[in-house]
C-alpha cells in the first residue's frame, strides 16, 4: 500500500513507519518539525527513515489547507495514519490556540483531503485523555466520555466526532485509537521516562505528582504500534446492529469505530520509577507533590474490543519495556 503518516518525525509516527516500510509498504510522511520539544531528535529520527527507497520525508504543517490539498491531490494515498498533533496536557493550558491549529484545523484538513482523494481508510490518533472525568475503571470505549479535564482531550474527543460527521455524510471509513501512556525507545522528552532517567542521571530530586499514588497503564511502544497497523488493515465497518435509542459510543450505522490501545496492567507511579531506579542502578530523592491540573488520576484501557476485532495482544510489561528504554537512552545520549 502507499500510506500517508503525518507526524512522522514524532515518537509513534517514526516506529509506524518504520514498521510499514519493513513490511514492504510505501510511506510518505510529513511533519511540520515543530520545536515543541527539541528538534534534533526528530531529526534523527528521519535519519533513520531517510535512507530507505520507499520512504520520502515532505515538511509541511498540517494546519496549511493549500500544502495539504495539493499533497492529497499530487499523490494516490490508499491509507492514512494521523498521528500529527499538537500533545500535552499541561502545555494546552499555557498555549491553547497551538491545540485549535493542530488539532482542530489540521484534522480538518486531513478529513477533507482523505473525501477529495476517495482514501479507503483513515486511522487517527485519540487519546486516553479523553475519559477526563470518568471513574468506572477500566475505561472502556462503549461508556460516554463528555466531561474532559484539559483542552487537549477536548480536541481529541472533537476529533471522534469529526471524523464520525465525514463518516456519515461520505461514507468515508475512519478509525480513531485511544493511546493509553505511550513509552520507550525514540520517545518524546516531555513524558515521564525521560523526565526521570535524566532527573535521575543528573541526581536532580524526582517532582512526583499526586503523591506518586496515580496509576497510568503504560504501554509499550511495539504494542502500539501493532494496535495501530492492525486497524489500518482492519477498514471499518458499519455496525448494523447500532440504534439511535441506545447508542454505543464505541460505533455507528457508519463505518466508524473507535478502541483503547493499552497494557491493560496499570502500574502506580511509585513502583514505576522504582523500575526505572532498577534499569539504571541508582536511586534519587523524591519530591512529592499534588495532583497537575488537567491530570486524571487513574488510567486504565480495556482492550477486549481490539482484541476480539484484531487479534492484537500487548506483549511487552512495564518492567522490560522500561530496560529497553535505559538502554537506548544511554546508547543515544552516550551516558
Known sequence: MKV???????FIG??????????????????NLNDYYEVELKHARLAELEPQARFRFVRMDIADREA?????????????????AQAGVRYSIE???????????????????????????????????VYGANETM??????????PVSLYAATKKANELMAHSYS????????????????????????????FVRAILE??????????????????????????VRCLDRVAERNAEWSGLQPDPASSKAPWRVYNIGNSEPVELLAYIEFIEKALGKTTTKELLPLQPGDVEHTY???????????????????QGIQRFVDWYRAFYKV
Open 4 to 10: 500517508l503518516v503525518t507526524g512522522a518525525a514524532g
Open 14 to 31: 517514526f516506529h509506524v513507519c518504520r514498521y510499514l516500510l519493513e513490511r514492504g509498504d510505501e510511506v510518505v510522511g510529513i511533519d
Open 68 to 84: 495539504m490539498t495539493a499533497l492529497f491531490a499530487s499523490e494516490c494515498f490508499n491509507r492514512v495514519v494521523h498521528l500529527a
Open 95 to 129: 498555549n491553547p490556540n497551538a491545540y485549535a491549529d493542530s488539532n482542530l484545523l489540521g484534522f480538518l484538513n486531513v478529513l477533507e483531503g482523505c473525501r477529495q482523494a476517495v482514501v479507503e481508510h483513515l486511522v487517527y490518533a485519540s487519546s486516553s485523555s
Open 138 to 147: 477500566p475505561f472502556s470505549a462503549h461508556d460516554n466520555v463528555d466531561h
Open 168 to 195: 456519515h455524510l461520505y461514507g468515508l471509513p475512519t478509525t480513531g485509537l485511544r493511546f493509553f501512556t505511550v513509552y520507550g525507545p525514540w520517545g518524546r522528552p516531555d513524558m515521564s521516562p525521560f523526565l
Open 203 to 228: 541526581g536532580t530530586p524526582l517532582k512526583v505528582f499526586n503523591h506518586g499514588k496515580h496509576r497510568r497503564d503504560f504501554t509499550y511502544i511495539d504494542d502500539i504500534v501493532e494496535g495501530v
Open 301 to 319: 484501557a480495556d482492550v477486549a474490543d481490539l482484541v476480539r476485532d484484531t487479534g492484537y495482544t500487548p506483549n511487552v510489561p512495564v518492567e
